[in-house]
């Protein structure tokens, strides 16, 4: 079986090498990929994710049984649409389902209308009404845009002026473009965040361990989101309880109220939750897998991947399976200045093995191939499983200490929350 995998970040590079792991795969196809996949026996397509019809036309061509979605901006293109359009599987949701990650507002409307738990909240198009609206009620609050702002468009507020100063720059100084053409304002919820994913097909699902990211650049949760700085799974502080009570208040309604919508959900679920006193209530939903939460669940996984997918796509019944012992945990490396301006081509050291295991976000070969380069914000990502955070901690962060490179950085505390 030959498969292909569209994206070209750590996710995909995790999710292809996984899938290539699997009993009965040949070859693994990443469109486009990124250099530091060939390491680990991952073949490149130069195709850019926006290229559907030329996507199309090389499974068409290479007989690829089906194709695995990684980046929301695809999803929402209508990637999956245009495959199964030309006769092609693609596991990932239509674009209709993806809006529930592309429109934040749609997002909300479908919890309120099924009852969702999550933070009351309102949409806003004009800038006065949404400042009156953050000066009635007050700070902290958070400030979103609307649509697809690679995991950067969310400002948490601790005063109404950071709020005030957020919307204006995302109704009036278009800091997102289009997807900050409209704001939603949401209601500040204090507790616990966790990542709660699920494989699904229309109202069949399965769960997968609990994770918990690191949005701020550095220590102590502190500068600009991104898209991530590290991650460990399971989250030894959330119980099964809290799971179970998430999986009946959330995934199912959510997912039952797809179907009602008449757009029937088909690929990853990402719930992003956090666990107030009053239980767990929806930050937000994503339409495909985290990055950097799918480096340290996959690693985790049992049972054949590709096989898993296939049934699911099948709408046939599947066994999936979880190591049961342990966590896994992983820190990325990002290039000095990330989110915002940063420079490339750091030569990176080599790939770990054994233990550890390195997974490429941006990354490049010199022009004469003999170096591998950084060539994006998030370069790479180290990521081992132990019997506890501290052991993982430990055995991670002793070899970021040896690859420690001038223009690169990481966080010092991944992880250290489950150790509270």
Do not use: C
């Not at 359009?85 to 693609?90: D, Q, S």
């Not at 969310?154 to 950071?162: G, L, N, P, S």
């Not at 060539?375 to 990502?381: A, D, K, W």
Request: aromatic share 8%; proline share 4%.
């Amino acid at each position: 079986m030959k498969l292909l995998v569209v994206g070209s970040g750590g996710r995909e590079h995790a999710i292809a090498k996984k899938l290539l792991e699997s009993d009965g795969v040949e070859t693994v196809f990443v469109a486009p990929g990124n250099d530091g996949m060939t390491l680990d026996g991952l073949q490149l397509v130069d195709i850019a994710i926006s290229e559907h019809s030329k996507l199309i036309a090389f499974a068409q061509e290479h007989d690829i049984a089906w194709t695995f979605i990684g980046p929301d901006d695809a999803l929402a293109a209508g990637i999956v649409d245009d495959f199964n359009t030309a006769g092609l599987k693609a596991f990932g949701p239509s674009r209709l389902a993806a809006e529930l990650e592309w429109s934040k507002d749609f997002a909300k409307e479908i919890m309120v209308k099924y009852q969702v738990p999550t933070a009351a909240y309102g949409t806003f198009s004009d800038f006065q009404e949404a400042k009156a609206y953050i000066l009635e009620k007050g700070a902290p609050i958070v400030v979103k845009a609307d649509g697809l702002a690679l995991g950067k468009g969310v400002v948490v507020a601790e005063t109404v002026d950071q709020a005030v100063e957020a919307a204006h720059e995302m109704l009036l100084d278009n800091k997102f473009g289009d997807s900050g053409a409209r704001v939603v304002i949401e209601e500040f919820l204090e507790g616990e965040e966790f990542s709660l994913f699920a494989f699904v097909n229309g109202d069949k699902f399965y769960m997968m361990p609990t994770a918990q990211d690191h949005k701020r650049a550095y220590d102590g949760d502190k500068g600009p989101n991104t898209g991530g700085m590290g991650a460990y799974a399971p989250v030894p502080h959330i119980s099964q309880d809290v799971v179970d009570q998430a999986v009946e208040t959330i995934v199912k309604p959510v997912l039952n109220g797809m179907i009602a919508e008449g757009r029937p959900y088909l690929g990853i679920l990402y719930a992003g939750l956090i666990l107030t006193d009053e239980g767990p209530k929806v930050i937000e939903f994503n339409a495909r897998f985290g990055d950097p939460e799918t480096q340290i669940i996959l690693p985790r996984l049992t049972s054949n991947f590709a096989q898993n997918i296939t049934d699911i796509l099948d709408q046939k019944e599947t066994t999936i399976t979880w190591l049961e012992e342990g966590l896994t945990l992983g820190v990325v490396v990002a290039s000095e200045g990330y989110p915002l301006a940063y420079d490339k081509g750091v030569v990176l050291p080599a790939k770990s093995e054994g233990e550890i295991v390195t997974y490429y976000a941006g990354a490049k070969f010199s022009a004469d191939g003999q170096a591998l380069l950084s060539n994006g914000g998030r370069v790479y990502m180290l990521v081992t499983t132990a019997d506890d955070v501290s052991a993982a901690q430990t055995r991670i962060y002793q070899e970021l200490d040896k690859q420690k490179r001038p223009g690169l950085f990481y966080r010092n505390d991944i992880g250290s929350k489950a150790l509270k």
